[in-house]
């Protein structure tokens, strides 16, 4: 059994890979909600993409709020009776600045082409863990997925059709796609 835990500010997220189960359990919590859920593996795609949000923008307003803080408790410390509101505009602006401290950036990691997207926190306890983690979920889906395809009984164009999905999806190569039609063949030719 494999076991994902994210933890992010009031997020957490744990994922879980049993070895005898064809489900990915998802747990997920955030302030406003609690979700558990199971995915099966057929289910999951193979792509990985990023999602990074910019930030460059927050950090400049961040910056202005709190200079605007230290420019208003200098003015104060200067000269309080000419400025009475520059503690309170001090406190203020130093307030919102760390608010803006606690907006979560966006940094996820998606699991895409297939029926459901996962969602993980890219960084999150490390970039080297999840992606570890993602790749075993991928390697695994696409062992559900050979095992549900190749199946011997089936007629020979339902087999054909399957046995290209899996090239095209670049679960099997054309070698193993050799291999898996030679054992096919010979399995039709027993009975």
Request: charged share 25%; proline share 2%; with cysteine.
């Amino acid at each position: 059994m494999r076991v994902l835990e994210q933890k992010k500010s009031y997020y957490k997220r744990r994922y879980t890979l049993v070895d005898d189960s064809d489900y990915v359990n998802i747990y997920y919590k955030d302030a406003n909600k609690i979700l558990e859920y199971k995915v099966h593996l057929n289910d999951i795609g193979s792509n990985i993409e990023y999602l990074k949000g910019n930030t460059f923008g927050l950090s400049i307003v961040r910056g202005v709020f709190i200079c605007m803080s230290i420019f208003s408790a200098m003015m104060y410390y200067m000269d309080p009776i000419e400025h009475q509101g520059g503690l309170g505009t001090a406190i203020l602006f130093l307030i919102l600045g760390v608010l803006l401290l606690a907006i979560p950036t966006k940094d996820e990691l998606y699991v895409t082409g297939g029926k459901t997207t996962i969602i993980f926190m890219r960084k999150v306890p490390s970039e080297k863990e999840v992606l570890d983690f993602v790749h075993e979920i991928i390697r695994r889906s696409a062992e559900t997925k050979k095992k549900f395809l190749i199946n011997f009984d089936l007629t020979e164009n339902h087999f054909n059709e399957n046995l290209l999905w899996l090239l095209n999806a670049e679960i099997i190569n054309e070698t193993d796609a050799e291999i898996i039609k030679t054992k096919y063949i010979s399995h039709r030719r027993e009975y």
